[in-house]
């Protein structure tokens, strides 16, 4: 119980001495590395460019609005595009997800190092932004919504695997071993005894990634990977501010709209 | 729990299907069907492009997992450090922000225009993707990294102040009345009752916010917004995939030094 004597009264602290201590050394610390942080960001930053940024966002607004609608007819396919790539990427990334999770679940591994292994796929596919998955699979398959597919697939891989890993881990050893004392092999052992009781969370973590894909779809076309970013990219380079509006009202509905279908479909699985 | 099937005169047990409606579950496997046989209508594929692809990869690969970290490395070492700074900073300014917004967002302590005002704010800036945001602040403030702090900022400030918010909301009514009891000041009961409450999820948050980040700030660059993400362009598009495969490891380890951080500091602080 942290008791200080203040005053000549034992008072209560929420926190002990030593813990006060270092909290305020932390903070002190923080503080300084974000001092320096800002020093270095504001000496890279051409601070004339930045004084005439509330012009620059007026004259941005005047030039955005209104927005011109008539150009939403020419956004449809782009739209459909998007969706395909956010879908099947998805569909092929819970594909490849699938195995990679299987070989990562300290319950279903068949070795350490094959652990190792899809411990690895998982943190590569996660930490490089499917931008870069992108700018990569644009090089290899050629500009187009191919290449956003497997962009979309392989930054997906990590995600479903690392969530499904947690879920096969986190399962009842009993029905698989009542399974297994009936003397199925390992595939029946996983198909009768993990697949059943990680199929919702499964199913829950496919629609939660598509989502986020949807998301993600929308600026692939940046770097040439299809989708709605390329139309995004060709009306900002020649200044058509008044389309890249409706774009954005697009990207907007799109990304909303999919929130609320993941969220509905997954409060019914689950 | 058993349906069974009649199959050459016996009765055979079948796992319980996902969707239990039969109709239901026929209208959807006719759905994916049609949904799948459109797609593969609209989507061309460059095969001869993909099948050059397949030969380049290996070559990529070699030269990914041959990393030169030397030829560019002054590059490297300031946009890594431009990145880091960047999304520390923005991660701090955008937790601070986000403490007044949470307020505003929480229905059981802002009155209700203020509350829409804050939940549209929170949506909006959750919808866009950070490139997309990048974009219109380059245009605004100039290239360079201030564009892309004021990018994570904005998106940090949705994303904390939206879980803050639902905690907040989900707040223990009976410690405020007990440190109201004991004739605490206003000033008290948040010191007291509120803050250890929210405190361990709002440190969670912030680190977890923090590698998020930093992944988005890896590529940033792309849109000349600042980051390491302009290096990665320039070293890809001159087919230096030696120096690509060097930054991308980086970025890597300092995902995992960044996640490994997330789960020490939120063990410690819980």
Request: aromatic share 16%; net charge positive; hydrophobic share 40%.
């Given at each position: 119980m942290p008791v200080r004597t203040v005053a000549g009264r034992r008072a209560w602290q929420r926190t002990s001495a030593r813990t006060s201590a270092l909290a305020f050394t932390v903070g002190v610390a923080l503080l300084g590395l974000v001092l320096w942080s800002w020093e270095l960001i504001a000496r890279q930053t051409i601070w004339i460019f930045v004084q005439d940024a509330p012009e620059q966002a007026l004259n941005l607004f005047e030039r955005m609005l209104?927005?011109?609608?008539?150009?939403a007819e020419a956004l449809l396919r782009p739209l459909w595009d998007t969706l395909n790539i956010a879908t099947i990427g998805t569909l092929a990334g819970v594909a490849l997800a699938a195995p990679v999770a299987l070989l990562a679940a300290r319950t279903t591994t068949p070795h350490q190092s094959v652990r190792a292994f899809a411990l690895v796929v998982i943190v590569a596919s996660r930490s490089i932004h499917s931008l870069v998955w992108a700018l990569v699979l644009v090089f290899l398959v050629g500009p187009g919504v191919f290449a956003g597919i497997l962009a979309i697939a392989l930054r997906s891989v990590g995600f479903i695997a690392k969530l499904l890993n947690e879920a096969i881990e986190e399962t009842d050893p009993k029905p698989i071993e009542a399974i297994r004392s009936t003397g199925a092999g390992p595939g029946e052992t996983i198909v009768y005894g993990i697949v059943p009781q990680v199929l919702p969370a499964f199913a829950g973590i496919s629609v939660f990634r598509w989502d986020i894909n949807i998301r993600e779809a929308?600026?692939?076309?940046?770097?040439?990977?299809?989708?709605?970013g390329l139309q995004l990219n060709a009306s900002i380079n020649s200044l058509r501010w008044a389309d890249a509006s409706v774009i954005l009202v697009a990207i907007f509905a799109m990304v909303l709209v999919s929130e609320w279908v993941s969220a509905r479909v997954r409060s019914a699985i689950t | 729990m058993t349906a069974a099937t009649r199959a050459e005169g016996q009765r055979r047990w079948a796992p319980r299907p996902l969707i239990a409606n039969r109709t239901a579950r026929w209208l959807v496997r006719l759905l994916v069907l049609a949904y799948l046989a459109a797609v593969v209508a609209t989507v061309d594929v460059n095969w001869v492009r993909v099948a050059e692809g397949i030969e380049r990869s290996g070559r990529l690969l070699g030269q990914f997992l041959r990393p030169d970290f030397a030829s560019r490395w002054s590059d490297s070492r300031i946009g890594i450090l431009e990145s880091v700074t960047m999304s520390l900073v923005a991660t701090v300014a955008g937790v601070l922000i986000a403490i007044p917004v949470s307020l505003g967002a929480a229905r059981n302590l802002a009155p209700l225009p203020l509350y829409l005002a804050t939940r549209a704010y929170i949506t909006l800036s959750r919808t866009f993707p950070e490139v997309i945001v990048a974009i219109v602040f380059v245009v605004m403030?100039?290239?360079?990294?201030f564009a892309g702090l004021l990018t994570l900022t904005f998106a940090s400030v949705g994303f904390v102040a939206k879980l803050l918010a639902e905690d907040i909301e989900d707040i223990d009514d009976g410690q405020l009345e007990a440190m109201r009891a004991t004739g605490a000041t206003w000033w008290q009961v948040v010191a007291f009752a509120v803050v250890p409450q929210v405190m361990p999820r709002f440190v969670g948050l912030s680190v977890y916010r923090l590698d998020i980040n930093f992944r988005e700030s890896t590529i940033l660059g792309i849109v000349?917004?600042?980051?390491v993400g302009a290096t990665l362009t320039t070293a890809m598009s001159r087919y230096d995939f030696d120096s690509a495969g060097a930054i991308l490891i980086l970025v890597i380890a300092i995902v995992l030094v960044l996640e490994y951080l997330s789960g020490y500091v939120r063990s410690a602080v819980r």
């Open positions: 209104p927005p011109r609608w008539a150009y929308t600026f692939l076309g940046l770097v040439g990977a299809g989708g709605i | 403030m100039g290239f360079g990294p000349g917004a600042g980051g």
